[in-house]
């Protein structure tokens, strides 16, 4: 065997299955982690940006003061000109991708439709007033992130933006010049360094430096996830769950084993936390691609081949399933975050998945997703892809019902109305019908 833990599903220990499920959740949820993203939203209710500045000290090695949070237009200037060409045209394309998806989004979120004569029904959407967007910046340089929550935000129509993102290790409490170029080229002005978990709880709250938003959206560590699960017991909002990211490739005996395992690295050298599955009914293609991983691994920084290993023996690797109708069947258990599907039939194997918040087919890589594809990319983790939606311009909306009636569509429905309204105790309710001269006989 190779980098690769490997499981037949069939003999797999139960705990064993558990724990491969739970993956990184278990550690968002840990309860040391817990409480201390507990005290630390609650030094930042009670002392505001001060908390901000101590936790960046604390945590981040940054010793800044409150008026220096706030990146001002000469850092700006200066980050945006030291970036690449090739990064600046790779930046906007993405954005051009991803906004031309979220305009499609937008166009079908308000809707009206007669459902009966006279009869009309629907809704109207409308941007939240405010959001904050997270950008971490721990293991990496990660501008493509605040292109997959920052133009959705942009294309919905928010009016109010802030992008909170850590300082870059080793730069003096320099933000990342390519998330700013990206926070430039989609007008976002106001962007704050901080700490992830503090800058969360300041965008809750407010204070001086940060203004209080209505939702906070973005990836980060799990205790970034838990802060943002914290700060909901004080009215602001977020989307469960992005935490470490986790992928799923589903192969059979038509795969290269070559690409397979590209692909299995593909996300597994973001973290050690991360997830990074091989599922596949063939135990030839698992030891092939065990063997191509094993070379690629070689090929990799340390630092990313450290992570990559440990994504792939920890919380992943490969699971051998007796034909692929056992395979889907566990991947809408798991509900991965990235689903890629290199069978011989990618759109019938798709058409099994339940659960998933992404779903690649055929020659896709992970990669093509991330950046420039258009679709979301920030997801959600930890199974709540069962219930929960990557991120796009619907995430940054609101809807209100609306519908009317003609005179006779009122006359059909006032019997309706009227009964329950006696059966429910609410007198003035059926009052309501028999003023306009509907009695619902």
């Known amino acids: 065997m190779g980098a690769m833990t490997r499981h ?76 690449p060409s090739a990064v600046v045209d790779a930046i906007r394309l993405a954005i051009a991708n991803s906004r031309a998806f979220n305009e499609r989004v937008l166009r079908h979120a308000s809707w009206r439709e007669e459902i009966g004569p006279g009869h009309m029904v629907g809704e109207a959407a409308s941007p939240i007033d405010s959001a904050g967007l997270f950008v971490p910046s721990g293991k990496g340089s990660f501008p493509s992130v605040l292109v997959q929550i920052g133009t959705p935000a942009v294309v919905a129509g928010i009016r109010e933006l802030t992008v909170v993102v850590p300082p870059m290790s080793g730069r003096d409490g320099a933000v990342d010049p390519a998330v700013l170029l990206v926070a430039r080229e989609l007008g976002i002005e106001r962007v704050i360094r901080s700490n992830g978990p503090a800058g969360i709880a300041a965008l809750a709250f407010g204070t001086e430096v940060f203004p209080r938003v209505s939702r906070v959206v973005g990836p980060g560590s799990p205790a970034v996830a838990a802060a943002q699960i914290r700060v909901q017991l004080y009215g602001c909002s977020t989307v469960m769950l992005f935490g470490p990211t986790e992928s799923i490739v589903v192969a059979d005996d038509s795969a290269d084993p070559k690409i397979v395992a590209a692909d299995v690295l593909n996300e597994a050298e973001h973290g050690g936390d991360s997830a990074a599955l091989l599922v596949t009914p063939s135990v030839s293609l698992a030891d092939a691609v065990d063997v191509e991983i094993d070379q690629q691994l070689g090929q990799l920084p340390e630092w990313r081949r450290d992570f990559a290993r440990t994504a792939i023996s920890h919380f992943g690797g490969a699971i051998i399933t007796g034909d692929l109708e ?44 991330n950046y420039v594809l258009g679709v979301p990319a920030t997801l959600p983790t930890g199974g709540f892809a069962r219930q929960a939606s990557g991120v796009t311009a619907r995430t940054f909306l609101k809807t209100s019902s609306i519908a009317q009636t003609t005179r006779e569509a009122l006359e059909r429905l006032a019997p309706g109305i009227i009964a329950l309204a006696e059966h429910e105790g609410f007198p003035a309710h059926a009052a309501a019908l028999r003023a306009r001269g509907l009695t619902g006989d």
């Open 8 to 83: 037949l599903l069939s003999d797999i220990d139960p705990r064993e299955l558990e724990r491969i499920l739970r993956r990184s959740s278990e550690t968002i949820f840990e309860p040391k982690l817990v409480e201390s993203v507990r005290q630390i939203v609650e030094d930042v209710e009670l002392r505001g940006d001060a908390a901000v500045c101590d936790a960046l000290a604390r945590f981040d090695g940054f010793d800044l003061h409150p008026e220096q949070l706030r990146v001002t237009p000469a850092q700006f200037d200066a980050a945006v000109a030291s970036v």
């Open 326 to 369: 056992e395979s889907a069947a566990f991947v809408n258990e798991y509900a991965p975050e990235h689903l890629l599907v290199a069978t011989a039939d990618p759109q019938e194997f798709a058409s099994r998945i339940e659960h998933a918040a992404e779903i690649l087919l055929g020659d896709t890589p992970f990669s093509a997703g």
